[in-house]
C-alpha cells in the first residue's frame, strides 16, 4: 500500500466531514456567543431559542465521527464501505474513541469491504451481495472488533492525549503551538493544514478550546501577513502581487489560509519558512495566553466566540507583524543581490 | 489530440479549481486542448461526457482524494498527479504527456 493512496482514504473523509464540522461548530458558538456566561459554562435556562440553536448544531456535530469514518471506508470499498464505515464510526463515538477511532473504524470497514467484493460469490448470491451480505457481515465484523477489541485502548489513548493537554507546562505548550502553527502554515488549507485543524475541531468536541484557540490564530496569519507586507513596501512588489496582497488580506480576515497561495505558488522556498514561523508565533502566544475557540474555524471573524479575546487579537498582530517583517527583509536583500 | 482531467482536493473550494484553471489555461498557451471536470465541494462540475473520455488521448487525475466515478476511464491512458502539481508545474505536466504520446 502506497502511502499516497492511505492518505487519499484518508482525506476522502475529512473532505466530508468539513461540512459537518463547519454547520454544528458555527451553530454551537453562534449559541454559546448570546448565552449568558456562567462559571458552569453557557446558561441557555432563559433562552429557549438558543438552546434550540444548540441542539441542531450538536446534531450536526455529532455526525462528525460517523461521517469521517463512513467516508474514508468510501474512499476505500466505494459505496458498500459507507455502511460499515458509519457503524463503526458511530460506535467509536459512543465507547469515546473519538475521531482516532473513527479513522480506525473507517481504514477498517473499508478494507475489510475491499476483500469482501474480491471474492467470487456462486452466481445465485450475487444479486444480495451488496444490499444483504456485505452490510450486514462488515457492519458485524467492524462493530465486533470497535466494541471488544480496538475500542477501549483508543478510549485510553485519547483520554491520555486529552489529559496531556490540559496539565501541558509552559515548555510543552511552546511545542505544540510551533507545531500546530508550522502545519496550520506549510500547505495554507492542504492536507497537512487540515490534519492540525481536524485535531483542533475534535479537541473542541472534547470541551478543550485551547487547541482550536492556537490553530484559529495560525490560520488567518499567511493572508493577514503577506497582505500587511505588499502595504508595508509598496516598491519591492509586482502589480499582480498588491492586487493578491488586498484579496490576501480579505481571505485572511474570514479565516481562508488559501489566500496565501498565490504568494506561496510563485516563490515557495522564502514563503513557506516565513509564513509558518509566522503562524507558529501566533499559536505559540494564543496557547500561552490561554486564548480558546469554541468554533472550529479561524481568523478574526470568529472573535465573538472566542476566550481572551485581547491575546487572541495580539497573537494575530504578532504573527502578521513577524511574516511582514520578514518577507520585507528578504525581498530586500534578494533585489539587493539581483542589482550587484 | 485532446486531455481530459479530473481535479479534486480534500476541501474542495481552492486548490481544485486553481488546478482546474492552470490545467486549461496552460492547454490553450501549449495548443493542446484540455477539458477539466471539477470534483469539489459543490460536488461534479462540467462532468466529462462519455465521448468526450472515449475520444481523449490521455486522463490527467490531479487529486488529493479518491477521484468519483473513476471506472469511466478505464482503459485510458491515466496520469495521477497531485493538484498541488498542476498549480505549481502545469506545463511540465502537460509537456510529459504529449512526449509520451509521441506528438
Same mark, same amino acid.
Given at each position: 500500500?502506497?502511502?499516497?493512496?492511505?492518505?487519499? #482514504?484518508?482525506?476522502?473523509?475529512?473532505?466530508?466531514?468539513?461540512?459537518?464540522?463547519?454547520?454544528?461548530?458555527?451553530?454551537?458558538?453562534?449559541?454559546?456567543?448570546?448565552?449568558?456566561?456562567?462559571?458552569?459554562?453557557?446558561? #441557555?435556562?432563559?433562552?429557549?431559542?438558543?438552546?434550540?440553536?444548540?441542539?441542531?448544531?450538536?446534531?450536526?456535530?455529532?455526525?462528525?465521527?460517523? $461521517?469521517?469514518?463512513?467516508?474514508?471506508?468510501?474512499?476505500?470499498?466505494?459505496?458498500?464501505?459507507?455502511?460499515?464505515?458509519?457503524?463503526?464510526?458511530?460506535?467509536?463515538?459512543? $465507547?469515546?474513541?473519538?475521531?482516532?477511532?473513527?479513522?480506525?473504524?473507517?481504514?477498517?470497514?473499508?478494507?475489510?469491504?475491499?476483500?469482501?467484493?474480491?471474492?467470487?460469490?456462486?452466481?445465485?448470491?450475487?444479486?444480495?451481495?451488496?444490499?444483504? $451480505?456485505?452490510?450486514?457481515?462488515?457492519?458485524?465484523?467492524?462493530?465486533?472488533?470497535?466494541?471488544?477489541?480496538?475500542?477501549?485502548?483508543?478510549?485510553?489513548?485519547?483520554? &491520555?492525549?486529552?489529559?496531556?493537554?490540559?496539565?501541558?507546562?509552559?515548555?510543552?505548550?511552546?511545542?505544540?503551538g510551533i507545531i500546530l502553527?508550522?502545519?496550520?502554515?506549510?500547505?495554507?488549507?492542504?492536507?497537512?493544514?487540515?490534519?492540525? #485543524?481536524?485535531?483542533?475541531?475534535?479537541?473542541?468536541?472534547?470541551?478543550?478550546?485551547?487547541?482550536?484557540?492556537?490553530?484559529? &490564530?495560525?490560520?488567518?496569519?499567511?493572508p493577514l501577513g503577506l497582505?500587511?507586507?505588499?502595504?508595508?513596501?509598496?516598491?519591492?512588489?509586482?502589480?499582480?502581487?498588491?492586487?493578491?496582497?488586498? &484579496?490576501?488580506?480579505?481571505?485572511?480576515?474570514?479565516?481562508?489560509?488559501?489566500?496565501?497561495?498565490?504568494? &506561496?505558488?510563485?516563490?515557495?522556498?522564502?514563503?513557506?519558512?516565513?509564513?509558518?514561523?509566522?503562524?507558529?508565533?501566533?499559536?505559540?502566544?494564543?496557547?500561552?495566553?490561554?486564548?480558546?475557540?469554541?468554533?472550529?474555524?479561524?481568523?478574526?471573524?470568529?472573535?465573538?466566540? $472566542?476566550?481572551?479575546?485581547?491575546?487572541?487579537?495580539?497573537?494575530?498582530?504578532?504573527?502578521?507583524?513577524?511574516?511582514?517583517?520578514?518577507?520585507?527583509?528578504?525581498?530586500?536583500?534578494?533585489?539587493?543581490?539581483?542589482?550587484? | 489530440?485532446?486531455?481530459?482531467?479530473?481535479? *479534486?482536493?480534500?476541501?474542495?473550494?481552492?486548490?481544485?479549481?486553481? *488546478?482546474?484553471?492552470?490545467?486549461?489555461?496552460?492547454?490553450k498557451k501549449l495548443g493542446?486542448?484540455?477539458?477539466?471536470?471539477?470534483?469539489?465541494?459543490?460536488?461534479?462540475?462540467?462532468?466529462?461526457?462519455?465521448?468526450?473520455?472515449?475520444?481523449?488521448?490521455?486522463?490527467?487525475?490531479?487529486?488529493?482524494?479518491?477521484?468519483?466515478?473513476? =471506472?469511466?476511464?478505464?482503459?485510458?491512458?491515466?496520469? =495521477?498527479?497531485?493538484?498541488?502539481?498542476?498549480?505549481?508545474?502545469? =506545463?511540465?505536466?502537460?509537456?510529459?504527456?504529449?512526449?509520451?504520446?509521441?506528438?
Amino acid at each position: 500500500m502506497k502511502a499516497n493512496r492511505l492518505k487519499q #482514504f484518508l482525506l476522502s473523509g475529512v473532505s466530508y466531514a468539513i461540512p459537518f464540522v463547519a454547520s454544528g461548530g458555527i451553530l454551537i458558538a453562534i449559541s454559546i456567543a448570546f448565552a449568558p456566561m456562567t462559571a458552569k459554562g453557557p446558561d #441557555f435556562s432563559n433562552a429557549p431559542f438558543l438552546k434550540l440553536i444548540n441542539d441542531i448544531g450538536s446534531a450536526a456535530f455529532a455526525f462528525l465521527i460517523p $461521517v469521517l469514518s463512513g467516508y474514508i471506508a468510501f474512499g476505500i470499498a466505494d459505496r458498500p464501505g459507507l455502511v460499515p464505515g458509519f457503524v463503526g464510526g458511530y460506535i467509536a463515538g459512543q $465507547v469515546g474513541a473519538g475521531f482516532l477511532g473513527g479513522i480506525v473504524s473507517g481504514l477498517l470497514a473499508g478494507f475489510l469491504v475491499f476483500w469482501i467484493k474480491k471474492l467470487k460469490p456462486p452466481r445465485y448470491l450475487r444479486p444480495i451481495m451488496p444490499i444483504l $451480505v456485505i452490510p450486514v457481515l462488515s457492519s458485524l465484523v467492524v462493530g465486533f472488533v470497535m466494541f471488544k477489541i480496538i475500542g477501549a485502548p483508543i478510549r485510553d489513548l485519547m483520554a &491520555a492525549i486529552q489529559h496531556w493537554l490540559t496539565i501541558m507546562n509552559t515548555g510543552n505548550q511552546v511545542i505544540l503551538g510551533i507545531i500546530l502553527g508550522s502545519m496550520i502554515a506549510f500547505d495554507m488549507g492542504g492536507p497537512v493544514n487540515k490534519v492540525a #485543524f481536524f485535531f483542533g475541531a475534535a479537541m473542541i468536541q472534547k470541551g478543550n478550546f485551547a487547541v482550536m484557540g492556537a490553530c484559529a &490564530a495560525a490560520i488567518c496569519i499567511p493572508p493577514l501577513g503577506l497582505g500587511l507586507a505588499t502595504l508595508l513596501n509598496r516598491r519591492l512588489w509586482t502589480e499582480q502581487e498588491k492586487e493578491a496582497g488586498l &484579496a490576501a488580506l480579505a481571505m485572511g480576515a474570514i479565516g481562508i489560509t488559501e489566500g496565501a497561495i498565490p504568494f &506561496a505558488a510563485a516563490d515557495p522556498l522564502r514563503v513557506i519558512p516565513v509564513i509558518m514561523v509566522g503562524s507558529s508565533v501566533g499559536s505559540v502566544i494564543a496557547m500561552l495566553g490561554k486564548v480558546g475557540d469554541h468554533a472550529p474555524h479561524g481568523g478574526p471573524i470568529v472573535l465573538p466566540v $472566542v476566550d481572551h479575546r485581547l491575546i487572541y487579537c495580539l497573537a494575530i498582530v504578532a504573527g502578521m507583524i513577524t511574516v511582514a517583517l520578514l518577507m520585507t527583509f528578504i525581498k530586500k536583500r534578494l533585489n539587493r543581490s539581483r542589482s550587484q | 489530440m485532446t486531455i481530459v482531467a479530473v481535479t *479534486a482536493c480534500p476541501t474542495g473550494i481552492a486548490h481544485t479549481y486553481m *488546478a482546474a484553471e492552470q490545467l486549461e489555461k496552460t492547454g490553450k498557451k501549449l495548443g493542446i486542448p484540455v477539458r477539466v471536470e471539477t470534483q469539489g465541494a459543490m460536488g461534479i462540475e462540467n462532468e466529462l461526457s462519455p465521448e468526450e473520455i472515449r475520444d481523449a488521448a490521455a486522463v490527467v487525475l490531479a487529486v488529493g482524494i479518491p477521484v468519483q466515478k473513476r =471506472e469511466r476511464f478505464e482503459g485510458k491512458k491515466v496520469y =495521477e498527479i497531485s493538484p498541488g502539481e498542476a498549480i505549481k508545474n502545469p =506545463e511540465a505536466v502537460l509537456l510529459k504527456i504529449k512526449n509520451d504520446l509521441g506528438s
